[in-house]
């Protein structure tokens, strides 16, 4: 471009052109979504039984193609081995659970006054799924395959950064499936607000953090203000989960726990342990043991099967940055890992700061989810202390305890507006009938499986 031009003239000619891409890349995502809508009805008209056929053959290749997978999410994405395969089999052990999960969505005869009624559930149509970066294997395979045993249509939009990895999960999920059964939409922020409005489009499952899906929500609100026809909008957002550590705790089980469920993945993972409280009197004893758990991670190159945390740093660091100099600043202590350095960013040393009680719920580190191995540890004053400090919080995704008493157990069950209570158990804990959801800030659903969210409900009379 000469450099002579007028300024304004170079503004307007660089607005024309980013208005041409938007608009070819729109025109694109509306076929996509046009030819999804069309053929989702080859899924639909399959029987249940025939669903679940299919998905066990997308299981078996997927074991088959999972090697592959794991090397893109290794080489692409960077994350370690150890967590990408932990994803994969995540992934497999989910697809044996769908025919159990698919006997809540068999039609059912209902109690009548008169002649018979039957319940139905029906797919939506054509199911959108919104990816993020922290899980290209497990998330997509949930979603996906949720959606199609269902009996709708699926458009995936994966996170930019693992698109590769994500590519390579759906292509092999989706051989056993008609074609068209699948699609794939890579596209900046400008199309998924496109998609979330887009004619064709009928329900929406968006893992994402709380911010952006109430973007999502402020989107479809404006698209509904203009006439887009109403779609469920599936939210598995943001989580402040609390691990306690109560009287009667196994201390290295509590300890090892705590390493893994707050920094696998870098921390990086809706449902880890983010606030972490300890009784009082088990601290000195604690200390150590945590101390040593947290210093036994390796940080390392992602392809090596021992690392746990890899050296790359991903996605923006300065609120978790923020949080733990506020957190120091305050009067918190150190217990393991090193002082704020920009030669050593924070997602890639896991940090973990006995936060001050006294201003520990004015803290980034308490209030808000931190995305990255930095974590909060506070101090309490048996159980209803306990309490009263996981419950204040707009989170709501899960708890995990260990020690206390039954009667404690009963309590936390009571109180915690949580969808998940994991008693003496990871956070981490992999069991696919343990289903991830939220509320309140974290989501809608609670712990409810994905296939059960995407159909509705229809009931039939006959006289």
Known sequence: MPANLP??????????????????????????????????????????????????????????????????????ARMPRKFVERELLSALLLLDA?????????????????????????????????????????????????????????????????????????????????????????????????LLTAPGIDAIVAHAST?????????????????????????????NDVLM??????????????????????????????RILVDEMLWDALRPALAGAVERIVIGDPGDPATDLARETHGDQSVAEAAFAEALAAGGELIVGRPPDPAAPALTIPRLVLLPRERL????????????????????????????????????????????SRADHDRIRASLRVARVLINESPLYQDPHLVVGGIRDSGYGGARPKIEQLVYARRVHTA
């Open 98 to 194: 769908l025919p159990q999960f698919a006997q809540a969505i068999r039609p059912r005869q209902l109690p009548a006054t008169s002649g018979t009624t039957v319940l139905e559930w029906l797919p939506y149509g054509v199911v959108l799924g919104l990816h993020s970066a922290n899980s290209p294997i497990w998330v997509p395979a949930v979603v996906c395959m949720s959606a199609l045993v269902a009996g709708n249509g699926f458009v995936s939009r994966p996170s930019r950064r693992v698109a590769g990895t994500t590519d390579l999960v759906l292509r092999s999920l989706a051989r056993a499936w008609p074609d068209g059964a699948v699609s794939v939409a890579h596209c900046d922020l400008e199309g998924v607000r496109g």
């Open 211 to 239: 911010a952006t899906c109430k973007q999502h929500l402020a989107t479809l609100a404006a698209g509904y203000g203009a006439g887009t026809v109403l779609r469920p909008y599936i939210p598995e957002a943001s989580g």
């Open 7 to 76: 300024r304004a003239t170079v503004d307007e000619d660089s607005r024309r052109k980013r208005n041409v891409r938007v608009h070819v890349m729109q025109e694109r995502l509306a076929r996509l979504v046009d030819d999804a809508s069309r053929q989702w009805d080859a899924v639909a008209g399959l029987s249940l039984d025939d669903r679940l056929e299919r998905a066990h053959r997308s299981r078996a290749q997927l074991a088959q193609d999972g090697p592959a997978i794991v090397e893109s999410a290794v080489r692409v």
């Open 361 to 404: 719920t004015g803290l980034q580190m308490w209030r808000t989810e931190i995305f990255a191995p930095i974590r909060g540890v506070a101090l309490v004053r048996g159980i209803d202390d306990a309490i009263g400090l996981a419950g204040d919080t707009p989170f709501g995704i899960g708890v995990s305890v260990f020690g206390g």
């Open 245 to 274: 550590v109560l009287q009667g705790a196994e201390l290295d089980r509590a300890a090892d726990a705590i390493a893994l469920g707050a920094f696998a993945n870098a921390g990086q993972l809706c449902f880890s342990a983010k």
